[in-house]
């Protein structure tokens, strides 16, 4: 399988706060990978390593093959946004395209008015940033990181602050770089919900270490629907449950039981329990979301 970047065991340590904590992370080419954590979760650090805007205190960094003192020469192929966009809100939308460009060395006639079309700026590309919308602003700076052609594109946050409209706007614009570019793209929020809509792979930071990583498919998997069952002695529940043809089924460190399959048939598994000599405390169909997963990875509502 081929990775774009991946990392292992990073570590960025800050004084006595260790702000990235051993991470193994793993980015495939032409995907949109998920970064998802709390504010101070440890996104942003991650990101300014990769891009070389920090510098890693352990671990490794392998960005397109390439390791060690060999990832400087590939890192002119990654555009970042990350935190506040770096632009001149004196300067109208077109000459801060234009900055970027030339520091670059890009000169190519046609090239920033081009960027701003793809972002959607190209109707205020005369206007000065400082009169622009937040969405507008962050999608200014998404135009910056796209001069040069990057092959990797890594957002910090892109659609914090945005009202719906907003972040619909960016979300369709990342969807359009990815599928008319073949651009792999890396994007951080605290928002699962949002990511969810776009993400191929999701990574949940929580704490500076890297909880889990795993594919849409799984996410969607894990985040269904599913009949909760609580009695006196799961045991001889799973017998009985085994017994009415259940096999997706598991038990809780809580002793709780947990079916995934088949939701409609919770009056028959009540009836089939009560007559095996079960005590049923409590039976019903949980709804489980994307955002109850993600608190109960990263420890609850505190913080977020």
């Known amino acids: ?21 051993n991470v193994s992370l793993h980015i495939k080419r032409g995907e949109i990978y998920g970064f998802i954590g709390r504010n101070g979760a440890g996104k942003t650090t991650f990101m ?6 920090a510098m890693p205190t352990g671990g490794e960094i392998e960005l397109f093959d390439a390791k ?14 990350i935190e506040a966009p770096g632009i001149f809100p004196n300067m109208n939308g077109i000459n801060n395209i234009k900055c970027k460009c030339y520091a670059l060395g890009i000169y190519k006639k046609g090239y920033a008015e081009h ?6 700026l190209k109707d205020a590309s005369r206007k000065k940033v400082k009169k622009y919308s937040l969405g507008m602003k962050q999608r200014l700076g998404i135009a910056m990181a796209l001069v040069g052609g990057p092959d990797l594109l890594i957002l910090d946050e892109p659609i914090n602050g945005l009202d719906p409209q907003g972040i619909a706007e960016v979300r369709d614009m ?3 770089l990815r599928s008319e570019r073949n651009m792999t793209i890396m994007i951080s929020s605290h928002i699962l919900e949002e ?4 993400a191929d792979t999701f990574g949940i930071i929580n704490n500076g270490k890297l909880v889990q990583e795993l594919s849409r498919e799984e996410l969607s998997a894990k985040c269904s629907d599913y009949i909760e069952i609580i009695v006196n002695d799961s045991a001889r529940a799973c017998t009985n449950i085994e017994k009415l043809g259940f096999s997706d089924y598991k038990v809780m460190e809580d002793g709780s039981i947990h079916i995934y399959k088949e939701l409609d ?6 009836r089939e329990l009560v007559i095996s000599g079960c005590i049923v405390n409590s039976i019903k169909v949980v709804q489980e979301n994307l955002e109850n997963y993600f608190l109960q990875l990263t420890g609850g509502v505190q913080g977020v």
């Open 195 to 198: 990511l969810y809509k776009i």
């Open 174 to 176: 990342i969807l359009k």
């Open 265 to 270: 048939r919770l009056g028959e598994i009540n």
């Open 68 to 81: 060690g003192s060999d990832v400087n020469m590939h890192r002119a192929r990654v555009g970042n946004l």
């Open 48 to 53: 300014k390593m990769v891009c070389g805007l």
């Open 115 to 120: 960027l701003l079309e793809t972002v959607g």
């Open 1 to 21: 399988m081929e990775y774009v970047l991946s990392t292992k065991n990073l570590c960025k340590q800050y004084s006595k706060h260790l702000a990235v904590d």
